[in-house]
Each structure stands twice: as structure tokens, then as C-alpha cells.
């Protein structure tokens, strides 16, 4: 009793706060971010450049930041959440103001030492928005259709910026992320059917006024991709024939032909998996699955643990968008659904990809930390 009473208190030790970090959780981030230096070690035949120097760089640094934001406390989180939101939302006004151009698109602001994507960010700071909002709802208002005008409005502002660089996918796994919290906070099954159907009636309008026309040529490769086999189908056909022929254990580390012959494109970051599967097979595939499941069940474990709903919420948020991304890369390479350019978490190559993991895991442990801390519901 008198342990966990000190950390209902504001006056936890730093030790006490260090013992409090999940070490199953931070074996499951090391062990997938080595596969993936592994994965980048690969594909680039055999060396640690350009790649995986770059990546475990930036890995260290991202595992110091995610520790110190694991021992903050969650009070000072849930105060900057909706600071952090609007500073998010200036971000991505900057990006069409001074933002770096890449592959056709403007979606950086290049900082000298990394090239920083603040949609990235904006999927950790909306869902915090949202716990902020929805810890201050009481039960009873949950689901009334007026509660739910201010968080879509958080949900859509951001969607609406992103879809402007343009960035379809990024602004996708916002919206589905904001759809997680409204599931993860008990909306009715009622609303979440009006939610879908005005989606679907949206999808004509987005169709002929909003989709550009290399967007539209994804979606027409991905129900055809023999269409254009040498040109916008090519990605998805390299990808499935890599996937294929890892077969069940795989060609072997380094042996993987698709990616060492560069018929796989962008193998160092959304095609990551790919490569993966080629030299692993469906063994390393799976091995990838069940570590992303644990991670998982981790984050709901410490969810479920937290007293306030501040705590629940972004731990479960966060958790379940890492897996979103995993979904959504894994389908994406299989062909399964249109390529949209979202990376595989800790594992493809990227600065911010890293660097955004790397804050929500910190959020999540931090929740974790200071579960038992009794939250205001306007901070």
C-alpha cells in the first residue's frame, strides 16, 4: 500500500519512476528496430551505408528522447495537448509555405539535420487533442451528437492540411486514427454507422474534385495491376513476386534476388517488408506479426491499468495507430489494398517515421509511469 500510494503522489523519486518503465515494451522496441537495421544492412548489399549507420543514430537518440518523455508527468502532457496540437497544425501551414518538395509532393520542412514531415507528428498530437477532449466528457454526454462537433472538427482540420501537400495515406491514417479513439471511448454503434455512410457517400466527391490524377491511377493499378506492368503497376507486381518466392523460410540473409538485383522498389522504406519477406519468408513475416501483437496487448495492458481517462485513451490511441501502420504497410505490399507510401514503424527507413514511434512510446510509458495520477478534467 504504501508503495503505490507514492506514486499516486506527485512526489515520485526518479528511481521510482525508472522502475516503473515497462521492460517488456522496451525489449519488443529494440528487438523490432533490429530487424530493422537488420532489413536496411540488406539493402544496401551488405553495409551498414547509407542506411542503417543513419538509422541506428537515429535510433539511440530516439530511445534517450522516449525515456525522458516516459518520465515526465502525464499531468504536463495532458496540459500541452492541445498546444501540442496547434503547434502541429502551424506545422503543416509551414509546410505549404516553406515546405521542401519530394516526389512530387510538399510534405517536409527541411531543418539541416533531418528533413522533419509534420504530418507525422500531427497523428501523435491529434490523438492527444482528442484525450484531452474526451477526458473532460462526462459518460453520460458521450453520445450526443453535439460532444462529437469539436473532436471531428480536431480530426478534419488536420486531414484537410495534409490532403493539400498532397498525402492521401497520411491523411487517411489521421482519419482512421481519429475513428479508433471514437471507438476506443465507447461512441454508439449507431453513430459510428452514420459516420460510415456519410463516408461512403463522400467517396464520389472525392473521387472527381479532390483526388489527384496520380492517386486515381493507384487505385485503378490496385484493382488491375497487370494494367501498366511496366509503369504503375510495377511496384505492387515486384513486390508480390519478392513476397512469393521467400516461399516459407526464405532465400537466406542477403540472398533475396528482387531486392539485390533493385527490382524492388524503395526497398528501404515502404518496401521494407518486402525484402523481409524475400530473405526471411513467411517464418520472419510472422515473426514481424506476433512482436507487433505483443506491442500491442502492451499498450492496452498499460491502458487498462491507467485511473484516468486521459491515460487510457492515449495509450490505446497511440498503440493502436503503431499497429494501424503496420496493417496498412502489410496490406499495401500485398496488394491487398492501393499503394499510399506508409512506412513500416522502427523498421523502413525514415527520420521522422523514427522519430514519431519513438514519442508515442514515450507517451505510452508515461502513462504507464504515473497511472495511478488523478487527472483534472480542465488542466
Avoid at 67 to 81: C, G
Avoid at 157 to 176: F, H, K, R, S, W
Wanted: glycine fraction near 10%; charge should be positive; proline fraction near 4%.
Amino acid at each position: 500500500m504504501r508503495l503505490e500510494s507514492s506514486f499516486a503522489s506527485d512526489r515520485m523519486s526518479l528511481w521510482d519512476k525508472l522502475s516503473q518503465l515497462n521492460i517488456g515494451l522496451l525489449v519488443l522496441i529494440v528487438a523490432i528496430s533490429c530487424i530493422g537495421f537488420t532489413a536496411l544492412y540488406s539493402a544496401a548489399g551488405g553495409s551498414f551505408e547509407p542506411w542503417a549507420s543513419r538509422q541506428i543514430v537515429r535510433f539511440v537518440f530516439g530511445f534517450i528522447m522516449m525515456i525522458i518523455i516516459a518520465l515526465i508527468d502525464i499531468k504536463w502532457w495532458q496540459k500541452l495537448s492541445y498546444f501540442a496540437y496547434a503547434g502541429g497544425l502551424l506545422l503543416l501551414l509551414a509546410v505549404e509555405i516553406m515546405g521542401a518538395i519530394g516526389m512530387g509532393a510538399q510534405r517536409w520542412i527541411n531543418l539541416g539535420f533531418i528533413q522533419l514531415q509534420p504530418s507525422e507528428l500531427m497523428k501523435i498530437t491529434t490523438i492527444m487533442a482528442l484525450a484531452q477532449y474526451f477526458h473532460a466528457v462526462t459518460v453520460e454526454d458521450m453520445n450526443k451528437l453535439k460532444v462529437l462537433i469539436v473532436p471531428t472538427i480536431l480530426i478534419l482540420m488536420p486531414v484537410a492540411l495534409v490532403m493539400l501537400q498532397p498525402d492521401l495515406g497520411t491523411a487517411l491514417m489521421i482519419l482512421m486514427g481519429g475513428g479508433i479513439v471514437y471507438f476506443l471511448v465507447g461512441i454508439s454503434y449507431w453513430i459510428f454507422g452514420i459516420i460510415v455512410l456519410a463516408g461512403l457517400a463522400f467517396i464520389p466527391i472525392a473521387w472527381f474534385f479532390l483526388l489527384h490524377d496520380y492517386q486515381k491511377q493507384r487505385v485503378l493499378t490496385f484493382l488491375d495491376p497487370e494494367r501498366d506492368p511496366l509503369g504503375a503497376g510495377y511496384h505492387i507486381m515486384q513486390s508480390k513476386i519478392a513476397l512469393g518466392s521467400g516461399g516459407f523460410d526464405g532465400k537466406g540473409f542477403l540472398n533475396g534476388t528482387q531486392s539485390r538485383l533493385n527490382f524492388l522498389p524503395e526497398k528501404q522504406t515502404d518496401f521494407i517488408f518486402t525484402l523481409w519477406a524475400e530473405e526471411w519468408g513467411f517464418v520472419g513475416s510472422v515473426l514481424i506479426l506476433i512482436l507487433v501483437m505483443v506491442v500491442l496487448g502492451y499498450c492496452f495492458f498499460i491502458a487498462m491499468r491507467c485511473r484516468s481517462t486521459f491515460s487510457r485513451v492515449l495509450a490505446m490511441g497511440l498503440g493502436a495507430n503503431f499497429s494501424l501502420y503496420v496493417f496498412i504497410n502489410v496490406a499495401m505490399i500485398m496488394g491487398l489494398i492501393p499503394v499510399v507510401g506508409v512506412p513500416l514503424p522502427l523498421v523502413s527507413y525514415g527520420g521522422t517515421a523514427m522519430l514519431a514511434a519513438m514519442v508515442s512510446f514515450g507517451l505510452i510509458m508515461s502513462a504507464n509511469v504515473h497511472r495511478s495520477a488523478k487527472l483534472p478534467r480542465h488542466p
